[in-house]
């Protein structure tokens, strides 16, 4: 049974950081699984905030490009999604997936809420 568990989710005041972590099982992490973090603000679409795949390649959409890092560490099977200089716009429940190549299957985890505010 394959598993995404996202912890690091909090209460952040604007310009702070945040580091959250997606615990993989049930699959492995290598060059053939796209990772990532989505988030979903109230009353808002999901949108992708950051993927990564075959462990060096990223992207961002321009809203959270240079402020937040994504990052993986295959043999612990962890995603990672440092955000920094936080603003209130970041404020949503954010999403860890993981999606197999080869078979096109997703996954996704449960969610973990940020709020920034002050």
């Known amino acids: 049974q394959v598993q995404l568990v996202e912890s690091g989710g909090s209460l952040v005041q604007p310009g702070g950081s945040l580091r959250l972590s997606c615990a993989v099982s049930?699959?492995?992490?290598?060059?053939?699984?796209?990772t990532g973090w989505y988030r979903q603000a109230t009353g808002k679409q999901r949108e992708l905030v950051a993927s990564?795949?075959?462990?060096?390649?990223?992207n961002y959409p321009d809203s959270v490009k240079g402020r937040f890092i994504i990052s993986r560490d295959n043999a612990g099977n962890t995603v990672y999604l440092q955000m920094n200089n936080l603003k209130p716009e970041d404020t949503a429940v954010y999403y860890c997936?993981?999606?197999?190549?080869?078979?096109?299957?997703?996954?996704w985890g449960q969610g973990t809420q940020v709020t920034v505010s002050s």
């Open positions: 997936y993981a999606r197999v190549l080869v078979s096109a299957q997703e996954y």
């Open positions: 049930g699959i492995t992490i290598n060059a053939y699984v796209i």
């Open positions: 990564i795949t075959g462990g060096t390649f990223t």
